[in-house]
T-cell receptor, first 113, second 111 residues
Framework: SQQGEEDPQALSIQEGENATMNCSYK?????LQWYRQNSGRGLVHLIL?????REKHSGRLRVTLDTSKKSSSLLITASRAADTASYFC?????????????FGKGTKLSVKP | DGGITQSPKYLFRKEGQNVTLSCEQN?????MYWYRQDPGQGLRLIYY???????QKGDIAEGYSVSREKKESFPLTVTSAQKNPTAFYLC??????????FGAGTRLSVL
């Protein structure tokens, strides 16, 4: 069951530019998380935003959540070549199995030096 | 050095063979998960366990089996009934309902 859908599927930018990725979901959530995956590696948690929060920051990351539109965005400011990776949103469904996350298909970000 | 260890990194399966992927964690997490990732796709949940000696099927459990005899360990067996096992397998664990911590993955191919 695909809950989260990221947009765009792929994004290519120059170093120093900002990167924005979007995630839409279908049902009510407890929280929404963003993860990063370098090629051929496991996922690394970046940031979690709860359903009663609208915006969170962590370093160069800014996440917004609009529950009325069932959407979230991840902004990476002043991108670096090392930010090149796939980024996934994952939702914890309200009333779902405890702890279970539903992942989208990801946005593949390429940052060129 | 705390974390989740998956082994082996690469695994090859012959037709009709069962293979077992190892997942060990020393984070003292109660919950553990197995995901399958196909190229260009997101993660799909195979099995999860919230407590020792208990586990539940995820979205794509057919052709897979698990056990949870110890808190630290959650091995996944890919059985011969799984006709398309070639994929990247990821194990994760979590303490509560929130953040999941992932291993480095096992890439399974069919000979």
């Amino acid at each position: 069951s695909q809950q989260g859908e990221e947009d765009p599927q792929a994004l290519s930018i120059q170093e120093g530019e900002n990167a924005t990725m979007n995630c839409s979901y279908k049902t009510s959530i407890n929280n929404l998380q963003w993860y990063r995956q370098n090629s051929g590696r496991g996922l690394v948690h970046l940031i979690l935003i709860r359903s009663n929060e609208r915006e969170k920051h962590s370093g160069r990351l800014r996440v917004t959540l609009d529950t009325s539109k069932k959407s979230s965005s991840l902004l990476i400011t002043a991108s670096r070549a090392a930010d090149t990776a796939s980024y996934f949103c994952a939702t914890s469904i309200y009333g779902g199995s405890q702890g279970n996350l539903i992942f989208g298909k990801g946005t593949k970000l390429s940052v060129k030096p | 050095d705390g974390g989740i260890t998956q082994s082996p990194k690469y695994l090859f399966r012959k037709e009709g063979q069962n293979v077992t992927l190892s997942c060990e964690q020393n984070l003292n997490h109660d919950a553990m998960y197995w995901y399958r990732q196909d190229p260009g796709q997101g993660l799909r949940l195979i099995y999860y366990s919230q407590i020792v000696n208990d586990f539940q099927k995820g979205d794509i459990a057919e052709g897979y089996s698990v056990s949870r005899e110890k808190k630290e360990s959650f091995p996944l067996t890919v059985t011969s009934a799984q006709k398309n096992p070639t994929a990247f397998y990821l194990c994760a664990s979590s303490f509560g309902l929130d953040i999941q911590y992932f291993g480095a993955g096992t890439r399974l191919s069919v000979l």
